[in-house]
């Protein structure tokens, strides 16, 4: 299992800024775990279904730095040159 470097996360996470990147990498995580955090992100009801402990660990590190990072980019709204919707 490879550790995470910076070009893993930029490759993985959208929107990640400098801190979010260090603070990722800083989990000592490794790409699987990326990949595995993001899927619990995505949908975690197959998961559970399959009976799969919830995440811990790094892991849950991993989906906690994620989450925060989706809600920041829902609270900035609308990012430059979307269009606003129509009634």
């Known amino acids: 299992m490879t550790r995470l ?5 930029i490759k993985s996470v959208d929107r990640a800024d400098e801190f979010t990147i260090a603070e990722i990498i800083g989990t000592g995580a490794t790409v699987e775990e990326l ?4 899927a619990w992100l995505a949908n975690d009801e197959p998961m559970i279904n399959d009976l799969r402990p919830l995440a811990h660990g790094r892991v849950r590190e ?8 989706d809600e920041d980019s829902e609270e900035d709204g609308p990012t430059l040159g979307s269009q606003p919707a129509e009634n």
């Open 5 to 9: 470097s910076r070009d893993d996360v």
């Open 35 to 38: 990949a595995e955090a993001q």
């Open 62 to 69: 991993l989906v906690d730095i994620l989450s925060e990072l």
